[in-house]
């Protein structure tokens, strides 16, 4: 379906990626991962001709329809926002056979189109009083939903999607990935969501360090993957510094003595050999935040309390009378339909919206802080990033802050760049580093996820499960909700339901999946994939005894044969496990014996090897599991 081979691209001196090669075929679904700035989104706009590469080359097989899904922007202009779904506008993506996005292929409207249309825009929550709005009246957020369906009825064979998750609220999002899973063709997704990763994907894509590497699975089995990929890399070159050491040890002994210096002469000659082929010793660990985290002052039990609190927009009535209150050392998440109140609640609880009747009160000793008010009102633009990280009560060194900035992607020079050049997604990564500093013992946050890498995800949770104060937080990130959350509280309609409990306690007291569950709309969700064809009218004829006994006889013969495929099948998937296992056995001893680095290329050679392996072992284990729980379910009376 797409090949590309030999693919770099540089900026002003810097290269993004070289000699960069994939290949999909019909039916994969492949996350493409990285740090921010890797280029990630270059690369996706280079394979739909809307960027030209330095080197390299692209090819579609003739005829696929591409459909792309941009992450910032689209166009939106006089058409209904039901016009838009149904592609009477120029669709983001394209026939790449005859230039992406110049020739549009709109879906054929019947009166079937038009009802699938709609209900995958009501999946995407927009209610039927939006279908006959002009598009270009909705929000960034919203067009990008609007496109999202457009995209969700055209079909296209390959389905490119950049961060798709950043504009959608989480009963939405989980909508999304229910349905992406029937998706019928092949998925390329960035994303930084790794429960969307891990629901969608069979390969994950790499881009790090200008490099692709491929690895099988989703997203948790790429981690364990490359965990035992780099593991092998850090053996091969400590041991080859090993023998580099023992030979230059006998170098500089024995080359001073006339006996020896022949033999001096060889090892040096090897040790130059040793160490064109030697490996770079990854850092297996990963960026991490090194410190333990400044600790708020304790507050009382009771730390906020909302009592009769009456909030509306005009004549619009979101909160009639709403009670709340959070006692300390809760981390609770705001959950419910998009429209529900959630981001009001939060805003009402940091004092940003006044009730127009109720009351509002901190308890003892509670000091709040507001994400979002938080970057408004504090960061000073005439600083450089490291000048107002450090700008804390707190004491804490200038190690320690570089250190949780480095966390949050200001690395290297980016610690001097002025405030006042920081993109949103920069201010936002270093409010949280202010915040973090100097936490107050009431945080509450609004989708502060978003513009953070997965590193970065896993630094902020980190930090969090550390944090001995009072969260209070809306997020879409389903891992880092599970992660972080011991409190639910489900929003909708005014009306507030406490679940005691994190992320598996609030589904299984709702007793529903997790998209019914945090939806709250249950079996109303509305399916956009085709029905299956209604059963005929008229009852099939009784079949005679006889056919009875036939049928139940082929049926048996059929289970017979089926158990013995599987049986077979399993037996041959254990002998193939066994022999990589033993396989990889032998490499790992290969690679800790000295006498293998006297071989030029050897160590390279039993790297690739060994990588190899670790992209297989996992394929065939998932393989074996799925022949095994069929045949167990084959062999239960």
Known sequence: MLTFSGLSKAYG????????????????????????????????????????????????????RVGFLPQESAPAGDETVLDLALGHSHPPGGDPASA????????????????????????????????????????????????????????PDLLM?????????????????????????????????REFLNRLSTHIVELRQGRL?????????????????????????????RRIDQLQEFVDRFRAKNTKATQAQSKMKLIERLREDQVDCPDIDGPTVGFRFPQPERSGLRVIRLDGVRFAYGDLCVYP????????????????????????????????????????????????????????????????????????????????????????LFRGDDVFKP?????????????????????????LMDEPTTHLDMPSVDALIAALLQYAGTLIFISHDVHFIRSISNHVVHVRAGQLTHYPGGYEYYLDKTRQSARDGLTGRGAALPDARPASASPSPTAPAE??????????????????????????????????????????????AELEDPATYQAPGRAVAINRELQDLHQDLPLRHAEWEQAAEALQRLETP
């Open 321 to 408: 009378r709403l009670d709340f209150s959070a006692e300390r050392g809760q981390r609770i998440v705001l959950v419910g339909p998009n429209g529900a109140g959630k981001s009001t609640l939060l805003k009402l609880l940091a004092g940003v919206l006044q009730p127009q009747a109720g009351e509002h009160a901190l308890g003892h000793n509670v000091r709040a802080g507001y994400y979002a008010q938080y970057r408004l009102d504090t960061l000073n633009p005439d600083r450089s990033v490291l000048e107002e990280a450090l700008d804390t009560p707190q004491r804490v060194t200038e190690t320690a802050v570089r250190t949780v900035l480095g966390s949050f």
């Open 13 to 64: 001196g810097r290269t993004l990626f070289a000699d960069a090669a994939l290949a999909l075929v019909a039916g994969d679904r492949v996350g493409l991962v990285g740090p921010n700035g890797a280029g990630k989104s270059t690369l996706v706009r280079i394979l739909l001709g809307q960027e030209t590469a330095d080197d390299g080359t692209v090819a579609f097989a003739r005829g696929t």
């Open 161 to 193: 999607l950049d961060e798709p998750t950043n504009h959608l609220d989480l009963e939405v999002l989980l909508w999304v990935q229910d349905y992406l899973r029937s998706y019928p063709g092949a998925l390329l997704l960035i994303s930084h969501d």
């Open 543 to 588: 079949p005679s005894r006889k056919d009875q006994k036939r049928a139940a006889a082929e049926a048996r013969q059929a289970q017979a044969r089926e158990r013995r495929d599987l049986q077979r099948r399993v037996t041959d998937l254990e002998k193939a496990i066994a022999s990589l296992e033993s396989r990889e056995k032998e490499l790992v």
């Open 213 to 241: 590497f491929k690895y099988t699975g989703n997203y948790e089995s790429y981690l364990s993957q490359r965990e035992a990929t780099e593991r092998a890399l850090a053996a091969t070159a400590k041991a080859q510094q």
């Open 419 to 443: 405030v006042s050049v920081l993109s949103g997604g920069e201010k936002s990564r270093l409010a949280l580093v202010k915040l973090l500093l100097d936490p107050p013992n009431l945080l």
């Open 100 to 155: 992406p996005e110049s020739h549009p292929i709109p879906a054929p409207v019947d009166g079937e189109t038009v009802a699938r249309a709609k209900r995958i825009l009501a999946g995407l929550a927009f209610r039927e009083s939006d279908y006959d709005r002009p598009a270009r009246q909705l929000s960034g957020g919203w067009v990008m939903r609007a496109h999202l369906a457009r995209l969700l009825v055209w079909e």
